[in-house]
């Protein structure tokens, strides 16, 4: 039944007229290349210290587990019956018959269950961990980053060009033909920054005409190659928590995105960034990243109640007024749709508050989680109403223990 409890699971920053370094490189503003996060200590579900757990619905896990999406990796593990052993949801060996599995929050759980883990998928590895094939391809990428990266060169490395699209999207927001065009351009943004001479930058970012050069560096960043100086990305990479993977962006002045990557939505959200601020996405970190990373490992731990990390969050006028008010609903307390709509003096705009709650970019800072029904039931949340309750329910086990 949906929404059981399970008891037996136990920057790139690019400063105004300032300079820049390569990828791969620390800069004064602390910037490091987007593939830096898996030198970060990853999570696991067990770290979280609630006494009770939230699983999503056996429906929507056993979906998950034969369709091997990676995105509920962390999530929950499967133990297969017929042969005991347990897998991640993403391992893609043969399914079998949903009546031989069951679900467990934890490796820890499945274990106490009787369970071994599997070879094939390593369960007992860190959550989210990117795929093998992606650090195959980043690591050829890393050694060429102003080369052209075609489909012919990913069959060579076992990749169908499909899949690296779509893994891209999911976690970068762009496509994998997008992320490579923009490391190019950033390698030549760089160069310019540098000193570096426009033509130099052109042949040695891989493009044989300066006109496709000047082009698609104004495609990309908004403005010809001569205003270099005033380019300044939104910088995106991925973040992994006990909920699954999340995609973060960050503009100079505070973190813009923050969304579950399976958000059914995410790519309206990043459109909307696109217009809102008028910038391109680059793969990167800033500080405000590292100090967001930081601070959500303390909160899915219990150690964090409130967050310092600087947001940026443009919207209509309405919006924001609805924002600021989930920014001061206290952790581990709720407030309904309508208590929201009173506070925002439009007590008969329940519905138009509803829409806003549901525009949130920012989530968990900007705690949307928080609203819930009159009746005092958890609905209405964009990342999965089962991420939901589990916020719920950490929240209020960490304010029990004081």
Known sequence: ????????????????????????SLTRFRWRAANAFVMMPCMTISTVDVSTKILPSRDEMLRAFQASDASYDGVFVTGVRTTGIFCRP????????????????????????GYRPCKRCGPLEPAGRRPEWVERVLTRIDKNPAGRFTASELREVGVAAGRARRWFMANYGITFAAYCRG?????????????????????????ESHSGFREAFARWFGVPPGRAAVVDPILVTRIESPLGPLIAGASERGICLLEF?????????????????????????????????????????????????????????????????LL???????????DLAKAVQSPDAGRAVGRANGMNRIAILIPCHRVI????????YAGGLWRKRWLLDHERAISRKG
């Open 1 to 24: 039944m949906r929404g059981t409890r399970n008891f037996n699971s136990t920057g790139l920053v690019f400063p105004r007229g300032g300079r820049i370094r390569p990828w791969n």
């Open 373 to 380: 029904g009159k009746d005092g039931t958890p609905v209405g």
């Open 183 to 207: 490391r190019r351009l950033t390698a030549a943004l760089t160069a310019i920054r540098d000193g570096a001479a426009i033509d130099d930058a052109v042949f040695d970012s891989g493009y």
């Open 328 to 338: 001061r609903i206290p952790y581990g307390q709720t407030r309904s749709y309508q």
């Open 261 to 325: 990557t399976d958000r059914r939505t995410l790519e309206g959200q990043l459109e909307t960034i696109r217009s809102r601020f008028q910038r391109a996405f680059a793969p990167g970190e800033n500080v405000h990243v590292i100090q967001l990373r930081a601070e959500l490992a303390e909160y899915f731990a219990g150690r964090r109640k409130a967050f310092e990390t600087p947001l940026e969050y443009p919207g209509t006028d309405f919006q924001m007024q609805v924002w600021r008010e």
């Open 90 to 113: 993403s391992c893609p060996a043969r399914k079998p018959l949903s009546r031989n599995v069951e679900f467990f929050g934890s490796a820890q759980a499945a274990m106490v269950a």
